[in-house]
């Protein structure tokens, strides 16, 4: 168990929906990267934040939008899902914004 | 941007023979780390590496950072069936704010075959 939590853990929506994925980091990290993972595929990166700032940005659709919050929770917002979004979303946690990364466990996004 | 050129794609193997994979890149990077993915679970860090140079065990798994700053490497002996995965590097640019994200490998999927 890395101590990074993600929920929920499986996800099926519809086309044009919209849905929220949260993560809470390991307890004392800083740091919350968000990466993507198509079927088969790398890891793409799509947003890091520290310490509730913004701190660098992949290739993130403007569709997705995300956010950490004061209590260093973050939140993946995904909006007018196609089915190329389906995937798996990791949220990855560290110290600082340049220390090793701990993954959580992902969601798995189903669109139909 | 940056890439990370992850090599073999994929391997098959016999348990107990020893694996080795590398990874190369076209930019300097100041970490490199190691990790492996087991389907439909997030990736586990195996190996972090800080200096040019340096060579880091966990157990069966020995990494090392390339003298060049632009490639690592990582060896496993006597492979055993846990094994069974996905592996993939993972280098941070020198830590300039906004460059400290986590660039990614391909991957080399590891088959041990019976």
């Known amino acids: 168990d890395s101590g990074v939590t993600q929920t929920p853990k499986h996800l099926i929506t519809a086309t044009g929906q919209r849905v929220t994925l949260r993560c809470s980091p390991r307890?004392?990290?800083?740091?919350v990267y968000w990466y993507q993972q198509s079927l088969d595929q790398g890891l793409q990166f799509l947003i890091q934040?520290?310490?509730?700032?913004?701190?660098a940005k992949g290739n993130i659709l403007e569709r997705f939008s995300a956010q950490q919050f004061p209590d260093l929770h973050s939140e993946l917002n995904l909006s007018s899902l196609e089915l190329g979004d389906s995937a798996l979303y990791f949220c990855?946690?560290?110290?600082?914004?340049?220390?090793?990364?701990?993954f959580g466990q992902g969601t798995r996004l189903t669109v139909v | 941007g940056q890439q990370l050129n992850q090599s073999p794609q994929s391997m098959f193997i016999q348990e107990g023979e020893d694996v080795s994979m590398n990874c190369t890149s076209s930019?300097?990077?100041?970490?490199w780390l190691w990790y492996k993915q087991d389907p439909g679970e997030g990736p586990v860090l195996l190996i972090a590496?800080?200096?040019?140079?340096e060579l880091t065990s966990n157990g069966r798994l020995t990494a090392q950072f390339g003298i060049t700053r632009k490639d690592s490497f990582l060896n496993i002996s006597a492979s055993i069936p846990s094994d069974v995965g996905i592996y993939f590097c993972?280098?941070?640019?020198?830590?300039?704010?906004?460059?400290?994200?986590?660039?990614f490998g391909t991957g080399t999927r590891l088959t041990i075959i019976p």
């Open positions: 990855a946690s560290s110290v600082g914004p340049s220390n090793e990364a701990f």
């Open positions: 307890s004392g990290d800083l740091s």
């Open positions: 934040y520290y310490n509730g700032e913004e701190r």
């Open positions: 930019s300097i990077f100041n970490t």
């Open positions: 590496l800080y200096k040019a140079g």
């Open positions: 993972a280098g941070q640019l020198p830590g300039n704010f906004g460059n400290e994200k986590l660039t």
